[in-house]
């Protein structure tokens, strides 16, 4: 194992969320597209990540456009404590540094007040069949689409939201 030392995070503060686990929160106010942080942890290639169990890990995996995964359980800041939510405060955004590394840049969306818990919808995509029953989300937005990952293009005919199939 290398040492590895997370960037700080002075505007985040972790602790007890009131949507699950732990939480993100700001310490301060802060206006639109603030930054937060880099999202860091260990990265994997695609091929590392189909050989690895992850079991429930999921929310900690962030696949970037190049292909690379960062898995912020390991090695991370602050910025994996951001929980889903369908309405979220914050994003992610892909950029490249300096060295010319693909990094991804956790941002404020809208202005939040100090003391308000950070969120970004994850879009999480399952491959390994899971539904989306499996990632429910408890965000209470009033636009809460019930799951963690991503919204799927719903064919024109079903105007139904999904239900969990008969496992
Ligand atoms: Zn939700």
Known sequence: MSKYAPSATPCIRVSPSGVHGLGAFAT????????????????????????????????????????????????????????????????????YDDAGKLVLKFQTLRAVEAGDELFIDYCLTADDGSGPEDYPCRCGATNCRGTMLAPVEAPEEADQEPSASGA
């Open 28 to 95: 301060r106010s802060l206006p639109a597209f603030a930054l937060l942080g880099l999202y860091e942890g260990r990265r994997y290639t695609p091929a590392q990540v189909a050989a690895k169990q992850w079991n429930d890990q999921l929310t900690y995996l962030f696949t970037l456009s190049n292909e690379e995964t960062i898995d912020g359980a390991k090695g991370g800041n602050a910025t994996r404590h951001l929980n889903h939510s369908c309405e979220p405060n914050c994003e992610a955004v892909e950029e």
